[in-house]
């Protein structure tokens, strides 16, 4: 089995960042439409502290009409989103959507996605966000907004637990690597990892489980990914790998907006500022960490 220093790792994992307050208001009502996705009323587990943090009337009149917030996310990546037992939206994310949206008025609806369509999906207006662990990169805010972080996750090198030549970046030179296909981790390995290390062969997956049972089984040899957020799949699989060095880089997830949706972007901040000011956030993150997110 594979010891990941949990505690550890989460102590120095997640950044929470003060965002800006923007005074909006507005009374919103709406009935909510069924659909073939998940459709939540937004619960909160929140202390019960509560002004809502409604939208302009402008941005909020096809919200209105609806009812909801949609919400893009894989639903295959615990801890942050999944489907429970009862085949309900579940995780991190989740529950930071379903607050989000009960403090700007609205219920949310769960749209699982693969990751491979997840901006395509967004820009196409399948959804009207993605709270599924998007990290912020120069390439996407060419095409798409995002709110301040919520997360900082920090990414690691993963290997075999009985592997003993690969003890970092330098050492994938030749070797056959696993990622998520269409990820951030994959854009990494191609133009920042391949340059420098040299040539190795990228294997692309449509989920996280996927690649770590493969790499478990000895049909990659590595990957890369956020160790404190793959461990509750390690354990659960009793998959036989381990985080090897430093951090070789630390992304930040925000929510995920089309481009020109200004005041919906604003009334999200602003639940998010108000979450984390009430203590709501931190509530949220210890129920599935098990530790207080560091500010």
Request: cysteine-free.
């Given at each position: 089995?594979?010891?990941?220093?949990?505690?550890?790792?989460?102590?120095?994992?997640?950044?929470?960042?003060?965002?800006?307050?923007?005074?909006?208001?507005?009374?919103?009502?709406?009935?909510?439409?069924?659909?073939?996705?998940?459709?939540?009323?937004?619960?909160?587990?929140?202390?019960?502290?509560?002004?809502?943090?409604?939208?302009?009337?402008?941005?909020?009149?096809?919200?209105?009409?609806?009812?909801?917030?949609t919400v893009?996310?894989?639903?295959?990546?615990?801890?942050?989103?999944?489907?429970?037992?009862a085949h309900?939206?579940?995780?991190?994310?989740?529950?930071?959507?379903?607050?989000?949206?009960?403090?700007?008025?609205?219920?949310?609806?769960?749209?699982?996605?693969?990751?491979?369509?997840?901006?395509?999906?967004?820009?196409?207006?399948?959804?009207?966000?993605?709270?599924?662990?998007?990290?912020?990169?120069?390439?996407?805010?060419?095409?798409?907004?995002?709110?301040?972080?919520?997360?900082?996750?920090?990414?690691?090198?993963?290997?075999?637990?009985?592997?003993?030549?690969?003890?970092?970046?330098?050492?994938?030179?030749?070797?056959?690597?696993?990622?998520?296909?269409?990820?951030?981790?994959?854009?990494?390995?191609?133009?920042?990892?391949?340059?420098?290390?040299?040539?190795?062969?990228?294997?692309?997956?449509?989920?996280?489980?996927?690649?770590?049972?493969?790499l478990s089984?000895?049909?990659?040899?590595?990957?890369?990914?956020?160790?404190?957020?793959?461990?509750?799949?390690?354990?659960?699989?009793?998959?036989?790998?381990?985080?090897?060095?430093?951090?070789?880089?630390?992304?930040?997830?925000?929510?995920?907006?089309?481009?020109?949706?200004?005041?919906?972007?604003?009334?999200?901040?602003?639940?998010?500022?108000?979450?984390?000011?009430?203590?709501?956030?931190?509530?949220?993150?210890?129920?599935?960490?098990?530790?207080?997110?560091?500010?």
């Amino acid at each position: 089995m594979m010891t990941f220093g949990i505690a550890r790792a989460i102590r120095h994992s997640v950044l929470i960042l003060l965002f800006s307050l923007v005074p909006l208001a507005i009374s919103l009502a709406g009935g909510q439409k069924e659909g073939n996705a998940s459709s939540q009323q937004a619960s909160s587990p929140s202390n019960g502290t509560g002004a809502s943090d409604q939208l302009s009337a402008a941005a909020a009149s096809q919200l209105l009409a609806k009812g909801k917030l949609t919400v893009g996310l894989m639903g295959t990546y615990p801890p942050y989103n999944f489907l429970d037992s009862a085949h309900e939206v579940d995780g991190l994310d989740a529950d930071i959507a379903k607050e989000v949206a009960r403090r700007i008025g609205l219920q949310v609806q769960f749209i699982p996605t693969e990751w491979s369509g997840m901006i395509e999906g967004l820009l196409k207006g399948k959804f009207d966000v993605v709270i599924s662990q998007m990290t912020i990169t120069d390439d996407r805010k060419k095409v798409m907004d995002f709110s301040q972080p919520y997360m900082k996750n920090p990414v690691n090198v993963i290997v075999r637990s009985d592997n003993t030549t690969i003890n970092g970046l330098a050492d994938l030179k030749g070797k056959r690597v696993g990622v998520g296909l269409g990820t951030n981790d994959e854009a990494y390995l191609r133009n920042v990892a391949i340059p420098q290390v040299g040539q190795f062969t990228i294997a692309t997956y449509d989920d996280v489980i996927t690649s770590l049972k493969d790499l478990s089984d000895g049909r990659i040899d590595a990957t890369i990914n956020n160790i404190y957020a793959i461990a509750p799949v390690v354990q659960q699989n009793h998959y036989q790998i381990k985080a090897v060095g430093e951090p070789i880089k630390v992304d930040y997830a925000a929510v995920a907006f089309q481009k020109n949706h200004a005041d919906l972007l604003a009334a999200v901040d602003k639940a998010l500022t108000s979450m984390k000011s009430d203590g709501t956030y931190a509530t949220i993150f210890k129920k599935w960490f098990n530790a207080d997110p560091t500010p």
